[in-house]
């Protein structure tokens, strides 16, 4: 087994969203995985296997800290992008297929940006009242600063407050803790004339109930993406921005194609990359 480590999302390498990614992890169950994700400590950590669909290119399992995701975003870009660094040759040129809990996920290869297809939203509608007020709380804005709390399931289960400006969401400051599961994400719009058009933040909770702040989210991106587009709060495409209140400086480009698909683009880069894993494959199988 080698390990890689991909930075995604970010403007430069070191300022997106660090993901593990685990070659040849085949001889790994669940447990192990798991063990090794807590152990790394990033918001997630994927494991390259063999597809078992003929129409996937490589297959993923993708875990968190307190258990495994059906799909995440920021990990499709940087397996994807591993994936093709060790040598890995789509069917298509330009155009590759990753298998995870979700199904099939289209990824586009243009110059050094990766983007994925949104996946369709399994939960959409708004929040009834008592999940709005927690949402609210968790994530430490006022109630007069929301225009609108919706679910904008993909996967993880990200509940989204629509706030009214850039400025609130980074005003924004969350408990420290909630119930494990909990996955709530904010946006507004930036001004204009910047770099970005909406400014996002994204909080789960760890294993352990602990309040993270997401660097950079593209299952959350793409969420968002699709209740935008499809409630005319954002046209062709768009910018945007996250991270800042970690420490990171994340973009992500969004495209809505004419035929209405969803694209969730960002930048990758490798920064350590063939990392041999001999204590951990000595236990971990």
Request: net charge negative.
């Amino acid at each position: 087994m080698k390990l890689d480590l991909i930075d995604v999302f970010g403007t430069r390498a070191l300022s997106g969203n660090p993901l593990a990614v685990v070659h040849g992890a085949a001889a790994l169950d669940p447990a192990a995985m798991l063990r090794l994700t807590q152990w790394l400590g990033f918001s997630e950590t994927t494991f390259l296997l063999p597809p078992a669909d003929p129409a996937a290119d490589y297959r993923a399992r993708i875990f968190y800290p307190a258990g495994e995701l059906p799909f995440a975003g920021h990990p499709t870009l940087g397996t994807c992008h591993a994936w093709l660094n060790a040598g890995g040759r789509p069917r298509v040129p330009g155009r590759i297929v990753q298998q995870c809990g979700i199904g099939l996920i289209e990824v586009r290869q243009e110059d050094d940006l990766l983007s994925f297809a949104a996946p369709p939203l399994i939960k959409d509608g708004p929040l009834d009242a008592a999940e709005r007020a927690e949402a609210i709380r968790v994530a430490g804005v006022p109630e007069a600063a929301v225009i609108e709390a919706v679910h904008v399931v993909n996967g993880p289960r990200w509940q989204l407050l629509r706030l009214r400006s850039a400025e609130e969401v980074l005003a924004a400051r969350p408990v420290a803790r909630a119930p494990v599961g909990t996955d709530i994400g904010l946006a507004g719009p930036c001004g204009e004339g910047g770099e970005a058009d909406w400014e996002l933040r994204a909080f789960f909770a760890n294993q352990h109930g602990a309040i993270v702040e997401d660097p950079v989210t593209g299952s959350f991106n793409a969420g968002v993406a699709l209740h935008l587009f499809a409630h005319g709060l954002a046209r062709d495409g768009y910018t945007a921005a996250q991270g800042r209140m970690t420490g990171a400086d994340g973009r992500v480009r969004v495209r809505r194609d004419a035929d209405g698909s969803v694209w969730i683009g960002g930048r990758c880069d490798t920064i350590a990359a063939g990392a041999a894993l001999p204590a951990f494959a000595a236990v971990g199988a």
